[in-house]
């Protein structure tokens, strides 16, 4: 059965720091990846989405990588800012389920 | 291009009451999914449908809940009558065709149920 770990619950850090969040799932059979950010009270927006054949995407600030073979993604935020401050979720879809598998989450944080 | 729309954004009932739920999927998308989020969750499937079919509903508490997606766009989300475990945010996503596309999500609806 598929789960997806993401850790740490929560993190802050000040304004600038460049961070990394991190995402594991136990089967490493998975078709894609998906990262999504959560405002507070509000819906999910989709960051990046990252091909089981591939190793890492980019959108701006946002780099996301994936090791299949570990299990684990990691996004990577650069010169963070008081907007990047959310709840962070990966998701996975496994080669034969066909639902998104959710993480709990990462909130950050980030102080002027 | 304009994103997934859902409405109402909040909505406040009393239980046994019931509710319903209104998502546009962005044009182009032959997939819609419903979901449950409960504070402190992820989002718990509920319904997907592909075009006005559906594809899985196998976490949808039938006895009280109901969805349709006439005419393969617009989809309704109802809940008859309401519990107090309802009480969450139910998000509307779509995809351009199948699960293993990108997911894009609608606002959500908070219910809270008294």
């Known amino acids: 059965k598929q789960e997806v770990t993401q850790i740490p619950a929560a993190l802050s850090v000040p304004e600038g720091e460049n961070l990394v969040l991190n995402c594991s799932f136990t089967?490493?059979?998975?078709?894609?990846l998906q990262w999504f950010r959560q405002d507070p009270g509000k819906g999910l927006t989709s960051l990046l989405l990252?091909?089981?054949s591939q190793r890492e995407q980019t959108s701006g600030r946002l780099n996301a990588s994936l090791d299949k073979s570990s299990g684990r993604s990691t996004l990577y935020i650069a010169a963070s800012q008081p907007g990047d401050s959310a709840t962070y979720l990966c998701a996975v879809i496994a080669g034969n389920n066909r639902k998104l598998i959710w993480g709990l989450g990462t909130s950050l944080a980030v102080n002027p | 291009e304009a994103g997934v729309a859902q409405s109402p954004r909040y909505k406040i009932i009393e239980k046994r009451q019931s509710v319903a739920f209104w998502c546009n999927p962005i044009?182009?998308?032959?997939?819609l999914y419903w979901y449950q989020q409960i504070l402190g969750q992820g989002p718990k499937l509920l319904i997907q449908?592909?075009?006005?079919?559906?594809?899985?509903d196998s976490q949808l508490p039938k006895d009280r809940f109901s969805a349709e997606r006439l005419k393969g766009v617009d989809s309704t989300l109802k809940i008859q009558p309401a519990k107090l475990e309802d009480s969450a945010v139910y998000l509307c996503?779509?995809?351009?065709?199948?699960?293993?596309?990108?997911?894009?999500f609608g606002p959500g609806t908070r219910l809270t149920v008294l």
């Open positions: 996503a779509s995809s351009l065709q199948g699960t293993y596309n990108e997911q894009f």
């Open positions: 449908f592909q075009n006005n079919g559906v594809v899985d």
């Open positions: 044009s182009g998308h032959a997939t």
């Open positions: 089967d490493s059979a998975i078709y894609n």
């Open positions: 990252i091909q089981s």
